[in-house]
C-alpha cells in the first residue's frame, strides 16, 4: 500500500473546565504561575458522569459517523491510555460494543499502556498491521484518551483531559515517513502509578522535566542520522515546517523547541544566524549532561528559537493550552490544533511528532501532508473537526466545584454501586456517558 498514515481522525475534550487564572488565585500561587510559568489558559476535566470508556465511545462514534466509515471496514482497533478502570478488561473490548451491533467481531488489536506513549504505541501497531503480510484491506482504529488527574498540590494544574482517534490506511493525507524515526527508551522512576487504589500518579515533577528534554535530544539525534543516511543532506529544523510536542504543559514544549534549537547550533545548521550563533557560542562547550540545568542556555535558546516557534510550534498548541494534558492523546490533541489553525495550508508540509511516556518510553518520528484524493482529504478532516466548536462549547466552573468534583471522583475510583451526581447538563450533546457501576462494579453507558 501507498501513503500509509492518517485518513481521518476526531477529537473529544469534556465541556467541563476551570480557568488556571481562577485556580492559580484560589491555590495561592502567585499571580502567573500557572498562565505564564506553565503556559495553560485552561485545564477540561471529567466529572462522575464521563471517564477514559466513555471518552473513547464518544470519540469513536463521532469519527465513524462524521466520515461515514462503517463498523464493518475497521479490521484492527488499538487504543492508548494509561489510565485504569477493569485492569484485565481492555477499554478497546468496550469499543468493540460499536462494532459488535453490525457483526463485525474480527478486529485485532488491545490495549497499550505506558504513561503518555501508549498512543503512540497503538498508531505504530496499526502502521505495522497495514504495511504487513496480515492487512486485508480494512482500516486500523487508533483511540489514545486518557483522564489526567493529579493529587492537590503543585502537579494538579497540569491535569486535563480527552480522547482522540485516528484511522489508519493507505493513500492517506497524513503520510507517515516511517523511515525517519528515532526512538528512546529506558529505565526511571519519574512518573508511576504503583497505588492501585488510587488515580494519581506517583511523580518526580522535576526528574520527569529532564528525562523529557533528555529524550527529546536523543531522539533527534537518532532521526536526524537516519535523514541524512537516506537522503545524503543533514537534518535540522528547516526540514520541518512543523513540531509538535506532547505537551505536559506549554512552558515545557517551548522548552523542548529551544533544545531543538541548540541542538541545531552543536550540529551546525546553516540556517542559524550570526547573531544566533553569536548568542549560542558561549554554550557550545558546556556539556550534555550539564546542559539541562544551565538556565542560561535555557533562556537564551528560547529566545534565538522564538521567531521560528511562532510558525513552527505555537498553531499546535490551541487545544493542549486549552485542555490541559490529554496524557496519551496530548500529542494527537496538538495535531488536530495544527490541522485546524493550518487548515488548507499544509500541503507538501512535514512536522514532526515527539511522543514521550514518562518511565520511560520516547518517539520522534514525521508526518507529511498532503491534500489527498477521493473520500478521505485534508479539507475534510479539517471541517470535520470542528474544534472551534468545542472550545467555544466549554462550561467555565469555579474552582471550589473543580476541587469538589476531584474529591467525588477520589470516591468513585475503584468503587462499585453508585450512581453519578454530575449535572447532564454537564455534557455536551452526543456524548456517551456513565450510568451507573453495579454491585459487581459492572458499569453501563448511553448517549446524551
Ligand atoms: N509568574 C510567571 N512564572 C512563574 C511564576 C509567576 N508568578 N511563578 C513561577 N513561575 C514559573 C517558574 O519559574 C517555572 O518556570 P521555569 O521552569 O521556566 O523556571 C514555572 O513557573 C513552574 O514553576 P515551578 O516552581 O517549577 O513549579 P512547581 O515545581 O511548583 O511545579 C511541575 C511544576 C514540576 C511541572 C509540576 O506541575 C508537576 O510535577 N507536573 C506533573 C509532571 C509533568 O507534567 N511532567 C512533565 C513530563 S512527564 C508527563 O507528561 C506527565
Known amino acids: 500500500?501507498?501513503?500509509?498514515?492518517?485518513?481521518?481522525?476526531?477529537?473529544?475534550?469534556?465541556?467541563?473546565s476551570v480557568l488556571q487564572d481562577a485556580l492559580e488565585d484560589f491555590d495561592g500561587a502567585s499571580k502567573g504561575k500557572y498562565t505564564i510559568g506553565l503556559g495553560q489558559d485552561r485545564l477540561a476535566f471529567c466529572s462522575d458522569l464521563e471517564d477514559v470508556?466513555?471518552?473513547?465511545?464518544?470519540?469513536?462514534?463521532?469519527?465513524?459517523?462524521?466520515y461515514n466509515v462503517k463498523p464493518s471496514q475497521i479490521g484492527r482497533l488499538e487504543v492508548g491510555s494509561e489510565t485504569v478502570v477493569d485492569k484485565s478488561k481492555s477499554i478497546k473490548t468496550w469499543i468493540m460494543q460499536l462494532f459488535e451491533k453490525s457483526g463485525n467481531t474480527d478486529i485485532e488489536g488491545v490495549d497499550s499502556t505506558n504513561a503518555c506513549y501508549g498512543g503512540t504505541a497503538a498508531l505504530l501497531n496499526c502502521m505495522n498491521w497495514v504495511e504487513s503480510t496480515a492487512w486485508d484491506g480494512r482500516f486500523g482504529l487508533v483511540v489514545a484518551a486518557d483522564s489526567a488527574v493529579y493529587a492537590e498540590?503543585?502537579?494538579?494544574?497540569?491535569g486535563g483531559a480527552g480522547a482522540v482517534a485516528m484511522l489508519i490506511g493507505p493513500n492517506a493525507p497524513l503520510?507517515?515517513?516511517?523511515?525517519?524515526?528515532?526512538?528512546?527508551?529506558?529505565?526511571?522512576?519519574?512518573?508511576?502509578?504503583?497505588k492501585l487504589a488510587s488515580e494519581y500518579p506517583?511523580?518526580?515533577?522535576?526528574?520527569?522535566?529532564?528525562c523529557y528534554l533528555k529524550a527529546l535530544d536523543i531522539c533527534y539525534g537518532r532521526l536526524c542520522e537516519k535523514f541524512e543516511k537516506a537522503e545524503g543532506k543533514p537534518f535540522s529544523l528547516s526540514e520541518a515546517d512543523f513540531v509538535v510536542c506532547h505537551s505536559p504543559y506549554n512552558k515545557l514544549v517551548q522548552k523542548s523547541f529551544g533544545r531543538l534549537v541548540y541542538n541545531d547550533f552543536l550540529r551546525q545548521a546553516s540556517y542559524l544566524e550570526a547573531t544566533a550563533l553569536a548568542a549560542l557560542e558561549p554554550f557550545r562547550n558546556v556539556g550534555m549532561e550539564e546542559s539541562y540545568s544551565n538556565r542560561d542556555l535555557e533562556k537564551i535558546s528560547q529566545q534565538v528559537g522564538k521567531p521560528l516557534y511562532a510558525?513552527?510550534?505555537?498553531?499546535?498548541?490551541?487545544?493542549?493550552?486549552?485542555?490541559?494534558?490529554?496524557?496519551?492523546?496530548?500529542?494527537?490533541?496538538?495535531?488536530?490544533?495544527?490541522l485546524h489553525q493550518k487548515a488548507g495550508a499544509l500541503e507538501g508540509k512535514r512536522t514532526l511528532m515527539f511522543s514521550y511516556g514518562s518511565g520511560l518510553a520516547s518517539t520522534l518520528f514525521s508526518i507529511r501532508f498532503r491534500e489527498g484524493e477521493g473520500h478521505f482529504t485534508m479539507s475534510r478532516i479539517s471541517s470535520a473537526l470542528d474544534v472551534a466548536n468545542k472550545i467555544q462549547s466549554f462550561i467555565t466552573v469555579s474552582p471550589e466545584e473543580f476541587e469538589k468534583t476531584m474529591k467525588i471522583m477520589e470516591t468513585r475510583y475503584g468503587a462499585n454501586d453508585f450512581k453519578p451526581v454530575a449535572k447532564m447538563s454537564n455534557i455536551r450533546p452526543g456524548t456517551f456517558f456513565l450510568i451507573g457501576v453495579?454491585?459487581?462494579?459492572?458499569?453501563?453507558?448511553d448517549v446524551k
Do not use: W
Not at 500500500?1 to 467541563?16: H, M, S
Not at 506517583?202 to 529532564?210: N, P
Not at 453495579?438 to 453507558?445: E, F, G, K, P
Open 175 to 194: 503520510v507517515m515517513e516511517r523511515k525517519y524515526t528515532g526512538t528512546h527508551m529506558t529505565h526511571v522512576y519519574d512518573f508511576y502509578k504503583p
Open 311 to 338: 510558525t513552527k510550534v505555537e498553531p499546535a498548541t490551541l487545544i493542549p493550552k486549552q485542555v490541559g494534558n490529554m496524557y496519551c492523546a496530548s500529542l494527537y490533541g496538538g495535531l488536530v490544533s495544527l
Open 1 to 16: 500500500p501507498q501513503n500509509v498514515g492518517i485518513v481521518a481522525l476526531d477529537v473529544y475534550f469534556p465541556a467541563t
Open 53 to 66: 470508556i466513555s471518552m473513547s465511545l464518544t470519540v469513536v462514534q463521532s469519527l465513524l459517523h462524521k
Open 202 to 210: 506517583v511523580v518526580d515533577g522535576k526528574l520527569s522535566q529532564t
Open 438 to 445: 453495579d454491585a459487581l462494579y459492572r458499569r453501563s453507558y
Open 153 to 158: 498540590g503543585a502537579a494538579r494544574p497540569t
